[in-house]
């Protein structure tokens, strides 16, 4: 008889019987899956969950609800930059995703040596959007829903953001990169919602000031009370 699922406390699929996911007891029942302790990652907590990349074997931890709850909390769906970014933050923008697979390889350069200047070094979360076409790069890890979409959160760096997928193995008019990115300590964020073909972005002045600059990035300051959608661009 099959068992229904639940959520437990990391935000993670859980059926009765299992309570929290101990990586250390994952192997022999959840085959790819397991903890990680070594000197650049030290033992972690119970009920964390790890999975390993298929390509080279290396495992990275999966995030739960709990890491993008405090985006749940301070979005909504109306038109304006805070359908995809919190209105907290001091500046905002969006980044036009480019047509070109050449383009996009540049700005998507461009935008992660622009993000890694913007907050000491440590580690992001990456969410790859469910679309049915992109690819989750963690196909088998447990989804967490945002902006009513499931996602593949997965803690990581910019060297993977750039690297896990290639243009070719996202939406048409998204690219390589991760729909979702963000550091620890939630100093910015970069999200590219379903439909659009371009990033909203949320920072400190700083990084809004670096965007408007950077040859490569076609951006645009954008204030909370008016239409995110850049012009040319058809909204959602």
Known sequence: MARAPGISNH?????????????????ARYPGVRG???AAFPEHADGELWMRHASDGTTWQIGGSG????????????????????????AHATVIVPDSDEAKRLADAALLD???????????????????VGDLVFPDAPRVRLYTWPYVLVQAGPDQAGT?????EALPWHSALPEL??????????????????????????????LLRHPRL????????????????DGL
Request: glycine content about 10%; hydrophobic content about 40%; overall charge negative.
């Open 181 to 210: 990115m963000f550091p620890l300590d939630h100093s910015w964020l970069v999200s590219t919602l379903w439909d659009d073909d371009w990033r909203c972005v949320g920072g400190p002045e700083s990084l809004v000031d670096a």
């Open 67 to 90: 890491e993008v709850a405090w985006i749940v909390a301070s979005t909504r769906p109306d038109g304006t930059i805070v359908t995809a970014t919190p209105a907290s933050f001091a």
């Open 218 to 233: 076609e951006a645009r300051a954008v204030t909370l009370d008016e239409d995110a959608t850049p012009p040319g661009h």
């Open 36 to 38: 990680r302790a070594d």
């Open 11 to 27: 935000g993670f699929v859980t059926y009765p019987g299992d309570g929290d996911l101990d990586p250390r007891a994952v192997p």
């Open 114 to 132: 622009v993000l890694r200047g913007q907050s000491p070094p440590q580690p992001w979360w990456l969410g790859y959007l469910e679309t049915g």
């Open 164 to 168: 896990w997928r290639g243009n070719d």
